[in-house]
């Protein structure tokens, strides 16, 4: 079944606590994003990749990372949370189609 | 850049008829595509349909169909024999065909299915 994994689901954590969320993805897909979703503002980009080995910020970056070391991997890192990173947050990927393939969201709470 | 408006935060219909969800979009661009998507309780982000700027026919899928106007910049997804399944929150999308692929996402519209 083609589809986008998103680990974990549910993270609570504190303020400073390094943490990273895996995303995979089964399709071979070349572009992958990650977006966060908050209320009244629907979902931006953080961070984009065209292919393996290449990034690049979208929106709203700041206090995120990733990596793209696979084709089908990629992970999103907050290396210091922080309480305004409480969000929603979607992996996607997409191939030739222009669909965007959507995970299932991982909801982090930072306190 | 790219904006997309959703006015309508909420709306509501009679479960069986027809409701229509409003999108208007900026760009200066001629090539991009435009989206609706669904969002369930669960949270899942779902495709319902799909609009390719250069096609002058509006796209249909089932009981899903979309009034784009590309001169106006609007983009009007209409749902008919409104079902209890429907209820969600409906997000309109706008992608650009050039450099970033990203979706540019409106702030939604909570669909509510009245029995």
């Known amino acids: 079944e083609a589809q986008v994994t998103q680990n974990p689901r549910y993270l609570i954590t504190v303020t400073g606590k390094k943490l990273t969320v895996t995303c995979s993805q089964n399709?071979?897909?070349?572009?992958m994003s990650w977006y966060r979703q908050d209320p009244g503002l629907g979902l931006r980009q953080i961070y984009y990749?065209?292919?393996?080995?290449?990034?690049d910020k979208g929106d709203v970056p700041e206090g995120y990372k990733v990596s793209r070391k696979e084709k089908r991997n990629f992970p999103l890192i907050l290396e210091s949370p922080s309480p305004n990173q409480t969000s929603l947050y979607f992996c996607?990927?997409?191939?030739?189609?222009?669909?965007?393939?959507f995970g299932p969201g991982t909801r982090l709470t930072v306190t | 850049a790219q904006t997309v408006t959703q006015s309508q935060p909420e709306m509501s219909v009679q479960e069986a008829e027809t409701v229509t969800l409003s999108c208007t979009y900026d760009?200066?661009?001629?090539?991009?595509?435009l989206f609706w998507y669904k969002q369930p309780p669960s949270r899942q982000m779902i495709l319902v349909i799909r609009?390719?700027?250069?096609?002058?026919q509006n796209a249909t899928e089932n009981r899903f169909s979309v009034n784009f106007q590309k001169a106006a910049k609007s983009f009007s997804l209409k749902i008919s024999d409104s079902q209890l399944g429907d209820a969600a929150m409906y997000f309109c999308?706008?992608?650009?065909?050039?450099?970033?692929?990203?979706?540019?996402f409106g702030t939604g519209t909570r669909l509510t299915i009245i029995p």
């Open positions: 609009q390719e700027a250069y096609k002058q």
């Open positions: 399709m071979n897909h070349e572009y």
């Open positions: 996607a990927s997409m191939g030739d189609s222009y669909e965007q393939y």
């Open positions: 990749s065209m292919n393996v080995e290449v990034t």
């Open positions: 999308a706008y992608r650009s065909d050039f450099g970033n692929e990203k979706l540019t």
């Open positions: 760009t200066s661009e001629s090539d991009y595509y």
